[in-house]
């Protein structure tokens, strides 16, 4: 009886790639910009630094001790939100789609993984049901040599080999 074993495993897909490399060397310094500003915008010590200049504008205002220059409705401070808003809100969005271009991007690296690792399971458990063949079939053959020799067979007390159940996954 002769012996087969699966051919040695090749690898026919590419290396991995760090993806975080790749992206980086995309983005544009305007991209880098933005996302440093989105970061900056999107932080506690943004909004704290925030609050007090507020704070401070309207006691200064109010109690007017220089002078009111934005007196109560505080048209001037709300001109000012209101120009702040209009270009933090697109920069943080462009922020956010980048975000997600990487994040797809992560995935599909995250699938072509999981199918590099796949095919490689696969190979593995080829390889494990032909040694467990050669293995069976090699214990056949000390058992008829130590029969014709008279002596008990080693593989008595080896369980019978079961095939595994075809629905598992």
Known sequence: MKIRFPAPFRHKHPPVVNVN????DAITVGQRIADALAHIIGSWTFIAIQSVLLVLWMVLNVVAWVKMWDPYP?????LML???AAYAAPIIMMSQNRQ????RLDARNDYLINLKAEEELR???ENLAAQNV????LVQMVDT???SCGVPPPAQN??????PDANAK
């Open 21 to 24: 490399e790749q992206f980086a």
């Open 74 to 78: 505080f048209i001037l401070l709300n």
């Open 82 to 84: 209101s120009f702040q």
């Open 100 to 103: 997600s271009q990487r994040d």
């Open 123 to 125: 190979a593995v458990l």
């Open 134 to 137: 050669a293995l069976e079939s």
């Open 145 to 147: 040599i130590a029969r």
């Open 158 to 163: 080896i369980p019978p080999r079961t095939e």
